[in-house]
């Protein structure tokens, strides 16, 4: 990949704090009065320390959840969107699997709700999709921006929620984007089968009303005819991002055709933060790498991407 479209901090570690340099990412234009006049750098070009924590019980959720959030929240300008995450194997108790992406992704400037428990040990569970662990993740949000000694009381826009899954977990995410909180859907390696399989079929792309992402790792990726068939049929604004040398795990472990590479996985958390930019922020910049002729990951070298009904 082209490294005039990644950002050297993308290959940090993930850990508890990300040591690096704040700054501040304003929220979109016309987000509410406390976002600045001035237009807002890209997410991808500002890099925040991160927290992670287990997120404070406050109802009886269908999950135990894990929060990625920018360490110091009043250094950012303007409130924060959210972006719930779904693990793959539609994984409901451990949080592991996505901890790279997620921490990366919050440390651009989001509040990342994630399904799991923060000390729960890594399990290689396989569950069955429950869109309500996405659901309540958003209520969880909500009660948080709300609730009387949270770190992130006021912090959040609870108007620029987004839901995001891997394989299984980006079924759920596909299913819980039919709730009007949620304003954009990215699916990882993922999609509805034509036959209904795990529970949910492809008339619940109807009921979609926000832009959806649909990324995928090429023919080698299991999820790759579901994610092909279930672009064809949204009706609503969609993008398609394809790079064959990632199949269905090298998004998430850094794997370019079965081999350790780490870059693989910067150019997957640059889609990620560069998506969410686009839909939740509305930034122009992060639009451009997805639509135009000389969008930035269409001249990346290893992806092909395709839009419609922008």
Not at 35 to 54: D, I, K, L, S
Not at 65 to 79: F, I, K, L, S
Not at 82 to 88: D, E, I, K, T
Not at 202 to 211: A, G, S
Request: aromatic letters at 8%; glycine letters at 12%.
């Amino acid at each position: 990949m082209g490294r005039t479209w990644l950002k050297p901090a993308l290959v940090a570690a993930a850990t508890v704090l990300v040591a690096v340099t704040a700054t501040t990412v304003p929220g979109s234009p016309g987000a509410g009065a406390d976002v600045a006049a001035a237009p807002a750098p890209p997410a991808a070009a500002v890099f925040h320390p991160v927290v992670r924590e287990p997120a404070a019980r406050t109802g009886d959720y269908a999950a135990e959840y894990t929060v990625y959030r920018p360490a110091d929240p009043d250094r950012v300008r303007g409130r924060l969107p959210v972006v719930v995450f779904g693990n793959g194997a539609c994984r409901h108790t451990s949080n592991d699997e996505l901890l790279t992406l997620e921490t990366l992704l919050a440390a651009h400037g989001f509040v990342v709700v994630a399904v799991g428990g923060f000390d729960e040990p890594a399990l290689t569970e396989n569950g069955s999709p429950e869109p309500k662990v996405i659901l309540d993740a958003i209520t969880w949000a909500e009660r948080e921006n709300d609730r009387r000694g949270s770190a992130l009381r006021t912090k959040l826009d609870t108007h620029r929620i987004g839901v995001a899954g891997h394989s299984c977990g980006g079924i759920e995410a596909l299913v819980a984007g039919a709730d009007p909180r949620v304003k954009s859907v990215l699916s990882l390696d993922s999609g509805f089968f034509a036959d209904g399989t795990l529970g949910y079929g492809r008339e619940n792309l109807r009921k979609l009303h926000t832009p959806v992402l649909f990324a995928d790792g090429g023919p080698a990726d299991v999820a790759y005819p579901n994610s092909g068939a279930n672009y064809d049929l949204v009706t609503v604004p969609a993008v398609r991002v394809t790079n064959p040398a990632a199949g269905h795990t090298g998004f998430v472990y850094g794997q370019r055709d079965g081999n350790p590479d780490p870059s693989v996985r910067e150019e997957a958390v640059r889609v990620l933060v560069d998506w969410f930019d686009f839909t939740l922020n509305g930034n122009r910049t992060a639009r451009g790498s997805f639509l135009g002729a000389g969008c930035g990951l269409c001249t990346t070298p290893g992806w092909t991407v395709t839009a419609k009904n922008f």
